[in-house]
């Protein structure tokens, strides 16, 4: 299975698609980790995309489309779920003619919906763990120990891209640029599925494994 996930930021993505590649066995995809990771290791491409991402801009297309084709080369023929990624028209048409090439296509794309309101209180909220990627919330997804990874006990932090002021941009970058996205996959023919991501995570994933389930069967 070939899927994209698509919603603002904070709609949820990164949470289902953990879940999603526990129960369907798929490669989770994550421009923003890829991104994160480069930073961290401090890489050309890291110090490139480090001042789009702290103002809450995109980074620029030729980057993201060179960087995920080389990360969609190395995914198994199992499948695999890309999360944040396509974020442009440009880039889901880049990705498109990518797959062509390999005689493949997108076989699902689900569309998380999300309240602006809504974004603005699970990002502020979100904490993550830096060694193992694990990510919680300080009120909806607490930890067992406030401030710990249940996973590895490192102390939680806060994305830099998560404050307040950043995260308007982020919005208003999402609204602008991605929003666009999910009309080029419903004008391409491709399977879209609008799922309610105001619901809490167990609902969400619900109503993400029913379409799943479904396409699987079919
Ligand atoms: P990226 O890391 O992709 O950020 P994003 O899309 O803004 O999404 P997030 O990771 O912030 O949110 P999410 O939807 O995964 O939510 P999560 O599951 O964590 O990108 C960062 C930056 O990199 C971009 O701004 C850009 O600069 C650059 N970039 C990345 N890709 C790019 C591209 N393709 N092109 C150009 N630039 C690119 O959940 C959020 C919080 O809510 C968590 O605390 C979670 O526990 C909680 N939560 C989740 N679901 C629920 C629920 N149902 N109920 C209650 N709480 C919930």
Known sequence: ????????????????????????????????????????????????????????????????????????????????????????????EELAKSLASAKQKMDVVLNLKIDDQMVVQRMTGRRSCPQCGAVYHIENLKPKIEGICDNDGTRLVQRPDDSAEVVENRLKTYHLQTEPVVDYYNKNNCMVFDIDANKDVGEVSGLVFEELDALAKA
Do not use: W
């Open 1 to 92: 299975m070939r899927i994209v996930l698509l919603g603002a930021p904070g709609a949820g993505k990164g949470t289902q698609c953990k879940r999603i590649v526990a129960k369907y066995g798929l490669l989770h995809l994550s421009s923003g980790d890829i991104l994160r990771r480069e930073r961290a290791e401090d890489t050309e491409l890291g110090r490139k995309a480090q001042e789009y991402m702290d103002s809450g801009a995109l980074v620029p297309d030729q980057i993201i489309v060179d960087m995920m084709a080389d990360a969609i080369n190395k995914a198994p023929v199992t499948g695999f779920v890309l999360d944040g990624f396509p974020r442009t028209v440009h880039q889901a």
